[in-house]
């Protein structure tokens, strides 16, 4: 059994655990979490989508697109790429230091927190260090940046991130950067948590008044336009640039931006059509998702069986009555029997 339970033991003392045993980040959980949930929804509707009969074509956009916006204002919440930069240095690993290393530095920064990485470059025939960095500074107060920098600072964290970080933490002489993002990305996190509760009440309106749920379409995808181009408006002016080493650092608009501009723009031009169509030809627009669908009490039903009764009633044989004014019912009194008059005056005389 020798090799079996002398695994990561040195002259057979017990197994020694000395290092924490960090890895890199691949990945952000929270945003892994949220687009499982979603891609399973979907995945559901897709395997019982083949059974749907009737209204294919409406079902699978009103569905499509009402998981996606879903998925993409959670997502533009949660995420870490609205405004992006990633740069190739060659910088000192700590301060004070000549020793130079190569590397990629990028700056990810969310609605709520910025992301700094850093990882190491091959040179040459050297293979490439171990180094991965994967630094998160969130900002939700006015100065947890600040303190997450003199945290970072205790920590020894390597020289670019700390230069980088510095940019986001000062307040003063001209280093209101990271006041400025955090601004945008308070107001765009607003504008965000509106457009999740629109989302809600438009897919509740979709179950029972189809109509006012493509209203509620047109109000999402305006929230959503808002919290992009609100969030445009507000970066900072001028832009951030941040030199190392004399590599300059610029950045741009990420995905997360991009995203939630699509997603707005698809949810209320589709909104918009839908209640056009439903203005020109009422109760047209109609999916499986609502309440009582394709049942007696499907509003089409009813609208049908409405529609038999009044052309039943104009097609009889009386027609139907037409209403009749009050000088026609004065004219049109039966006639006044006098010998009726007379016998009743007899008898009240004798």
Same mark, same amino acid.
């Given at each position: 059994?020798?090799?079996?339970? !002398?695994?990561?033991? !040195? !002259?057979?003392?017990?197994?020694?655990?000395?290092?924490?045993?960090?890895?890199?980040?691949?990945?952000?959980?929270?945003?892994?979490?949220?687009?499982?949930?979603?891609?399973?929804?979907?995945?559901?509707?897709?395997?019982?989508?083949?059974?749907?009969?009737?209204?294919?074509?409406?079902?699978? =956009?009103?569905?499509?697109?009402?998981?996606?916006?879903?998925?993409?204002?959670?997502?533009?919440?949660?995420?870490?790429?609205?405004?992006?930069?990633?740069?190739?240095?060659?910088?000192?690993?700590?301060?004070?230091?000549?020793?130079?290393?190569?590397?990629?530095?990028?700056?990810?920064?969310?609605?709520?927190?910025?992301?700094?990485?850093?990882?190491?470059?091959?040179?040459?025939?050297?293979? /490439?260090?171990?180094?991965?960095?994967? &630094?998160?500074?969130?900002?939700?107060?006015?100065?947890?940046?600040?303190?997450?920098?003199?945290?970072?600072?205790?920590?020894?964290?390597?020289?670019?991130?700390?230069?980088?970080?510095?940019?986001?933490?000062?307040?003063?002489?001209?280093?209101?950067?990271?006041?400025?993002?955090?601004?945008?990305?308070?107001?765009?996190?607003?504008?965000?948590?509106?457009?999740?509760?629109?989302?809600?009440?438009? %897919?509740?309106?979709?179950?029972?008044?189809?109509?006012?749920?493509?209203?509620?379409?047109?109000?999402?995808?305006?929230?959503?336009?808002?919290?992009?181009?609100?969030?445009?408006?507000?970066? #900072?002016?001028?832009?951030?640039?941040?030199?190392?080493?004399?590599?300059?650092? &610029?950045?741009?608009?990420?995905?997360?931006?991009?995203?939630?501009?699509?997603?707005?723009?698809?949810?209320?031009? $589709?909104?918009?059509?839908?209640?056009? =169509?439903?203005?020109?030809?009422?109760?047209?627009?109609?999916? $499986?998702?609502?309440?009582?669908?394709?049942?007696?009490?499907?509003?089409?039903?009813?609208?049908? &069986?409405?529609?038999?009764?009044?052309?039943?009633?104009? %097609?009889?044989?009386?027609?139907?009555?037409? #209403?009749?004014?009050?000088?026609?019912?004065?004219?049109?009194? #039966?006639?006044?029997?006098?010998?009726?008059?007379?016998?009743?005056?007899?008898? /009240?005389?004798?």
């Amino acid at each position: 059994m020798k090799g079996w339970f !002398d695994a990561f033991r !040195d !002259d057979g003392a017990p197994t020694l655990y000395s290092f924490s045993n960090r890895t890199p980040v691949t990945g952000d959980v929270s945003i892994i979490a949220v687009s499982v949930l979603f891609a399973t929804l979907y995945i559901a509707f897709l395997v019982i989508f083949p059974g749907v009969r009737k209204q294919k074509f409406s079902t699978f =956009i009103t569905v499509t697109l009402s998981l996606f916006v879903g998925l993409v204002i959670l997502v533009g919440q949660l995420g870490s790429s609205w405004h992006v930069a990633k740069q190739n240095i060659v910088a000192p690993y700590k301060a004070f230091s000549r020793e130079k290393l190569p590397a990629r530095i990028g700056v990810h920064i969310g609605l709520m927190h910025v992301n700094i990485t850093l990882v190491g470059l091959p040179v040459g025939n050297w293979s /490439t260090p171990d180094i991965d960095f994967n &630094e998160r500074f969130n900002w939700n107060q006015a100065n947890d940046m600040g303190n997450s920098y003199k945290c970072a600072l205790k920590r020894g964290l390597p020289y670019p991130i700390l230069t980088v970080a510095e940019y986001f933490s000062l307040g003063q002489e001209g280093f209101a950067w990271g006041g400025q993002y955090r601004a945008a990305g308070y107001y765009a996190s607003i504008w965000l948590w509106a457009s999740l509760a629109s989302w809600l009440l438009m %897919n509740l309106l979709l179950t029972a008044v189809p109509r006012y749920g493509a209203y509620g379409m047109c109000t999402t995808g305006s929230l959503l336009l808002g919290a992009s181009i609100g969030y445009y408006l507000m970066l #900072p002016k001028p832009p951030l640039v941040i030199y190392i080493e004399g590599a300059m650092i &610029e950045f741009s608009l990420g995905w997360c931006f991009w995203t939630v501009l699509v997603a707005g723009s698809m949810c209320f031009f $589709i909104g918009f059509i839908v209640s056009a =169509i439903d203005l020109i030809w009422p109760h047209k627009y109609s999916t $499986i998702l609502e309440v009582y669908y394709d049942t007696p009490y499907d509003r089409h039903v009813i609208l049908e &069986e409405s529609h038999d009764v009044r052309y039943r009633k104009r %097609n009889s044989k009386g027609g139907l009555e037409e #209403p009749v004014s009050l000088g026609s019912r004065i004219l049109s009194r #039966p006639p006044i029997d006098r010998n009726k008059d007379k016998t009743s005056v007899e008898l /009240t005389n004798w």
